[in-house]
């Protein structure tokens, strides 16, 4: 049973070994206690978010917590130990006042659904081995590309290991659509090819474009009006500065849902624009995708049904476990034709079954983690309006948070205006600074209160948000809401919890 002592025992005893049933059976419920001991923890407001220590210290060992690596083998006594500690050291992402990232949270479905995929221990790269998985991922997209409102009988697609990829993707097919003969012949055939991305958009855009090989010097950055959006106009006069230049573009990239502010472009008049130009339009729909499963919101993303691709991260709004990202294209086919190379012993063309569902020769990668089943239980499990639900509460936080911070004098919102997503960037401000006129000095004094409210933050563990600066704005806080643990109390306790640390400074 589970209070079984395993310091005898080792790995070498589970199965498959000889009657090693009861011992694996003892050995994983003990796993099984911690980690449930660990999620009753993370749900619970009292417990801390984490606790802090610098990495010199978990290399030097905490408390006997050896990350070093030994010839001789621990007992299973020990390695529930280390798990424990690994535990005990990490972040508490599901904490209902962890508002860190845009991906947060602990959803029990999408857990277990994990559970399951590492159960199963298999490849994604054909039906051959994941059967049940590959169709299913077929069944996600064919159901992702709907809501997106594309015909779903055309529209293709693939999870990625996460949003840099898809955009990557997005790109990569971009080019290929205009150049297929980059796929044989490099780079060296074509002309200097240029793309665009407003000035909020993503870093993994420039990413994608040094991996490329098309440069960073050939990723355009469009200006953004005073709430992050792509400034049309602005991007009009890219293209045709570009191609008075003599470069040639051949994709823009548009941006559903900012990192910093949340911020959506507008899809119609670029699309206008695309069309125009015939260049192809990608939406990186990463943090906002999930909006389009709200009737109340997914107005936002109107006209994302014109782009040629769009990167969607059900492991962001959606609260999917980490990782969980999907590029979706228009055009059925291209992706495969971009990326596949035929591998003659894992894409045999005389198999017994349909080899449409072989989809590994559609991407990049050979092996390929199976990221769909926790998604598609938690479909199962939530409904698409069970989501809506989820999204449309936050939606509602964001909206109090916002109005809470407008009413209270020594907090300044970064844009005066209800927000658009759940992104809400605001400064608070210590009574020292409050009476002092905006000023360089100023400002010089503002840029250390974020960081030290957050240092001490955590420190102490209560509560987690990020803060960054961005263009002549000093650091100011970001809050997001995607954690299905935030309460309207936890909101108020983060605003109280800011004035405590900060109050002082
Ligand atoms: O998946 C995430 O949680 C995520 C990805 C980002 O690129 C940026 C951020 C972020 O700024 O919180 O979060």
């Known amino acids: 049973n589970v209070m079984t002592n395993l310091s005898n025992a080792?790995?070498?005893?589970?199965?498959?070994s000889k009657e090693g049933e009861d011992l694996t059976k003892c050995f994983l419920l003990r796993v099984v206690n911690i980690l449930l001991h660990y999620i009753e923890k993370t749900f619970d407001d009292k417990s801390k978010i984490l606790d802090f220590h610098h990495p010199h210290q978990l290399l030097e060992g905490l408390d006997g917590f050896d990350l070093?690596?030994?010839?001789?083998?621990e007992s299973l006594e020990q390695l529930l130990v280390d798990c424990t500690d690994t535990l005990k050291y990490g972040v508490k992402t599901g904490h209902p006042r962890y508002f860190n990232q845009l991906s947060s949270g602990l959803d029990v479905i999408g857990l277990a659904g994990e559970w399951l995929t590492a159960t199963a221990n298999t490849n994604m790269f054909t039906y051959e081995i994941a059967p049940v998985f590959t169709v299913m991922e077929t069944v996600l997209l064919k159901k992702m590309c709907g809501i997106i409102g594309w015909r779903e009988t055309e529209a293709d697609g693939i999870f990625s290991p996460g949003g840099s990829i898809s955009n990557l993707y997005g790109i990569l097919v971009a080019r290929y659509k205009q150049y297929p003969e980059i796929k044989a012949r490099g780079m060296a055939v074509l002309p200097c090819i240029v793309l665009f991305v407003s000035e909020q958009g993503h870093y993994s855009i420039k990413k994608a474009a040094a991996t490329l090989g098309i440069g960073t010097d050939n990723v355009i950055e469009v200006k953004c009006d005073e709430r992050g959006k792509m400034i049309p106009a602005?991007?009009?006069?890219?293209i045709l500065q570009a191609k008075r230049k003599g470069q040639t573009p051949f994709c823009v990239v548009a941006t559903a849902g900012s990192t910093v502010f949340g911020a959506f472009d507008p899809l119609h008049d670029i699309a206008d624009i695309c069309e125009t130009h015939k260049l192809w339009m990608h939406v990186d729909a990463a943090w906002g995708g999930g909006l389009l499963l709200s009737r109340k919101h997914s107005c936002k993303l109107s006209g994302i049904e014109r782009a040629d691709s769009v990167t969607w991260n059900p492991h962001k709004l959606m609260g999917v476990p980490l990782q969980c990202s999907?590029?979706?294209?228009?055009?059925?086919?291209?992706?495969?034709?971009?990326?596949?190379?035929?591998?003659?012993?894992?894409f045999q063309p005389d198999k017994?079954?349909?080899?449409?569902?072989?989809t590994g020769d559609k991407t990049i990668q050979c092996g390929r983690h199976v990221d769909v089943f926790k998604l598609w239980l938690m479909w199962k499990a939530k409904g698409t309006y069970g989501f809506e639900v989820q999204i449309d509460r936050y939606m509602e936080l964001a909206k109090y948070f916002y109005k809470v911070l407008k009413k209270k004098d020594n907090f300044k919102l970064v844009f005066d205006a209800e927000p658009e997503f759940t992104n809400v960037?605001?400064?608070?401000?210590?009574?020292?600074?409050?009476?002092?006129?905006k000023s360089f000095e100023r400002d010089q004094e503002l840029q250390k209160i974020a960081p030290k409210i957050k240092a001490q933050m955590i420190v102490e563990g209560t509560a987690m948000l990020s803060y960054q600066p961005c263009g002549d704005k000093v650091n100011f806080f970001r809050m997001v809401f995607s954690n299905p643990a935030t309460r309207q109390t936890d909101v108020d306790y983060l605003i109280d919890e800011i004035q405590r640390l900060g109050k002082d400074l």
């Not at 070093?68 to 083998?73: A, N």
């Not at 017994?352 to 072989?358: C, G, K, Q, S, T």
Request: charged residues 20%; negative net charge; proline residues 8%.
């Open 352 to 358: 017994v079954y349909n080899i449409n569902f072989d």
């Open 68 to 73: 070093e690596l030994s010839d001789h083998p």
């Open 10 to 16: 080792y790995a070498s005893d589970l199965l498959p």
């Open 234 to 238: 602005e991007l009009e006069k890219n």
């Open 425 to 437: 960037c605001f400064w608070y401000f210590p009574p020292r600074l409050k009476h002092i006129p």
């Open 326 to 346: 999907a590029v979706l294209t228009r055009e059925k086919g291209l992706l495969g034709a971009c990326n596949q190379m035929q591998a003659e012993y894992l």
